[in-house]
């Protein structure tokens, strides 16, 4: 892209806290939005439930039990305009390098865009190429995951990688394990803990085992030692990295990364790429995605793409007032930023989603975890909350009495089917009912003269209603979060797409290991050196 273009994009961007909407919403917040009573705001309009619903592709939002109303989202949708939300909007669409700090476009959404030329007339040729590419390794990608799914030699699949490379497609597989193929198993392994792998390599054999290798750039950590852990237990068993073997690695071993020439060098010779404007978080509808189209089949697979695109075309075409991720990653402003509120819990009330929070964590906070403007200034407010939850009905008897009487305020998300899976569905009202009943205790709140059987009441929560899981919904679901997260942090005036802060850790570690072995703690911080002696002696110092 020229770097007049560049300069522009960046240039002219405000950030939240220099506009008049900032200034408007803090004023608002002190007359009306600290005291906001949920309660109050129904018994005043009785069509709050339909004017703070919203209809989106395969998902039905219910925000009406938030602390909302019409003057605050007309000052959200202000700050929103005021920040370029929609010029940034379009220049992720048009293939800009929103991630200033890697120099990348942002094109995930291209990944499941049904048919090229992409981007219309007017694409820029690199995103019609991007987009020719993309249905071309899709094609391989799938025809390749009907093939194992046909090959009954294959009995598991092992699929080795971390973070957005084993979160996302791990819990899609989970979500749509009502359709996985009979006889096949798919296992994902992302941990550098030998427990992990080793308990699974002594359940494997090594002919029916096929190895998937997930890591974008072909040189994380843990995702390296694993794939050569497993590729010594590989040879070890039979197998042999002479392609005209009985065994051979290069049938058993399928890399999905950027990084061609590093999986060739490890001895894969089937290498199902993507692309640097695909992050890590956003790369389940990639190759990445292989174990979730081997799992379930390459019409599922899909569908799973034609849920995300569908939610793609509400972002890039409705107004922004009846947008649904905007409309939500507004309200994470709100809250965060004026009430203070720094928690937000993911409560699925479906066993299938029941990876969500984890796959959300990643997505959410390491997108938004930032403490600097795109400037790299320091940013005065906060920025993403800390995303965390577990399925219902399991949530209430674990952490919900905070949520209902602790003294932190922390908006739920109930996730809610209206149809259940296909095992004891008699089961799913009480479970639907389990969740109406959670969110309207947070609202409604009960008076006690005991304090200890006092419920606050006005405590806020969404509801994310899908008719039933499956590939399609779960597909626009994400999309949802996705476009969510950009919204909050455009506003924020962060760069969600890259990650420095894991990269310390990654470095410190590799330091450290050796000197677990040689017992070199010179120049270590005295913590550090004193648990590294520990360690070493094994005794008690
Ligand atoms: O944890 C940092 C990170 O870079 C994530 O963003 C990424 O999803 C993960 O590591 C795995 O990276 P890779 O796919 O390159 O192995």
Redesign the pocket.
């Known amino acids: 892209m020229p770097a007049l273009e560049q300069d522009i994009f960046r240039d002219q961007r405000t950030r939240c806290d220099h506009t008049p909407a900032w200034v408007a919403l803090q004023a608002h917040f002190e007359a009306t939005g600290r005291h906001f009573d949920v309660r109050g705001a129904f018994a005043a309009d009785p069509a709050r439930y339909r004017a703070f619903s919203q209809e989106a592709p395969h998902v039905f939002a219910d925000l009406s039990r938030n602390r909302i109303d019409h003057a605050t989202e007309a000052l959200l949708l202000d700050l929103a305009r005021q920040c370029g939300l929609e010029q940034q909007r379009q220049a992720m669409w048009m293939g800009e390098p929103i991630n200033t700090t890697e120099q990348r476009a942002v094109l995930h959404h291209l990944l499941r865009q049904p048919v090229p030329p992409l981007g219309g007339a007017d694409a820029a040729p690199f995103i019609a190429q991007a987009g020719r590419d993309v249905h071309r390794t899709l094609q391989a990608m799938l025809s390749y995951a009907d093939s194992v799914r046909q090959d009954a030699r294959i009995t598991d699949i092992v699929s080795i990688?971390?973070?957005?490379?084993?979160?996302g497609p791990s819990m899609a597989v989970t979500a749509l394990e009502e359709h996985w193929q009979a006889g096949q198993r798919v296992h994902f392994v992302s941990n550098v803990d030998g427990m992990e792998l080793g308990s699974l390599l002594r359940r494997l054999r090594p002919e029916s085992t096929l190895f998937l290798i997930?890591?974008?750039?072909?040189?994380?950590a843990?995702?390296m030692v694993n794939a050569h852990a497993a590729r010594d237990w590989f040879l070890a068993h039979g197998g042999s990295t002479d392609t005209n073997a009985d065994l051979p690695l290069a049938r058993h071993f399928v890399a999905l990364?950027?990084?061609v020439d590093a999986a060739r060098g490890f001895g894969i010779t089937t290498t199902f790429g993507f692309w640097d404007w695909v992050?890590?978080?956003f790369?389940l509808w990639s190759a990445?995605g292989l174990p979730i189209a081997i799992a379930v089949g390459s019409k599922m697979f899909q569908q799973l793409l034609a849920g995300a695109h569908a939610m793609d075309e509400h972002f890039y075409t409705a107004p922004l007032e009846h947008n649904l991720p905007v409309r939500l990653g507004l309200l994470d402003i709100w809250y965060r930023n004026f009430h203070g509120f720094s928690s937000r819990c993911i409560a699925p009330y479906s066993h299938g989603l029941r990876r969500l929070s984890a796959y959300l964590q990643?997505l959410e906070m390491?997108s938004n975890g930032k403490g600097v403007d795109w400037r790299g200034q320091a940013l005065p407010y906060a920025t993403s909350p800390v995303v965390w939850g577990e399925p219902g009905t399991n949530g209430q008897h674990a952490f919900f009495q905070m949520i209902h009487q602790g003294k932190d305020i922390i908006p739920v998300e109930f996730i809610v089917l209206r149809q259940g899976g296909r095992d004891l569905p008699e089961q799913h009202s009480r479970l639907v009912a389990n969740a109406l009943a959670q969110a309207q205790a947070l609202m409604l709140g009960r008076d006690s003269a005991c304090g200890h059987r006092h419920f606050s009441g006005n405590r806020p929560s969404t509801v994310l209603l899908l008719e039933r899981l499956n590939a399609t919904s779960l597909g626009a679901l994400l999309a949802l979060y996705e476009h969510r997260v950009f919204v909050s942090g455009s506003l924020w005036g962060i760069n969600s797409f890259d990650?420095w802060g894991?990269?310390l850790g990654?470095q410190l570690a590799s330091n450290l290991e050796p000197r677990l072995a040689s017992g070199d703690a010179q120049g270590l911080d005295g913590a550090t050196a004193g648990l590294l002696r520990r360690l070493r002696s094994g005794q008690q110092q």
């Open positions: 990688g971390i973070g957005g490379s084993g979160l997930a890591s974008k750039t072909f040189t994380t843990e995702t990364s950027t990084n992050g890590g978080r790369s990445i990643q390491e990650q894991v990269e990654k």
